[in-house]
Nanobody
């Protein structure tokens, strides 16, 4: 059974940085990627970044490209979300997910199996 635990959220001023961690265990054979989503109050959950496990490649939403990266530490079974140049618009609850379908479009990703972490709050003040 896949299990994900996020950490690293907090409060930061605009232009600052945070690094979120997603520790994963119990991969399903069909798990193809670790995705990062976020959800702001009164908004839909949106995908921001993804790490393709086999290929080792990454994808980013246009809103975060150039600011966010997803480094990994395979020995620690951890995928990170390094967030730089944070903006108040980045304020949200951030979730990592182990997914069969590697898409930042939640509707598409939801067509396959997804396991969610518990989420971690990121607040960026201006």
């Amino acid at each position: 059974q896949v299990h994900l635990v996020e950490s690293g959220g907090g409060s930061v001023q605009a232009a600052g940085s945070l690094r979120l961690s997603c520790v994963h265990s119990g991969y399903r054979d069909s798990t193809n990627c670790i995705l990062w989503f976020r959800q702001a109050p009164a908004k839909e959950r949106e995908g921001v970044a993804g790490y393709f496990i086999v290929a080792g490649t990454t994808i980013y939403d246009a809103s975060v490209k150039g600011r966010f990266t997803t480094p990994q530490d395979n020995a620690k079974k951890t995928v990170y979300l390094q967030m730089n140049a944070l903006e108040p618009e980045d304020t949200a609850m951030y979730y990592c997910a182990a997914s069969v379908i590697c898409s930042l479009n939640l509707t598409i990703a939801s067509m396959g199996h997804i396991t969610w972490g518990q989420g971690t709050q990121v607040t960026v003040s201006s």
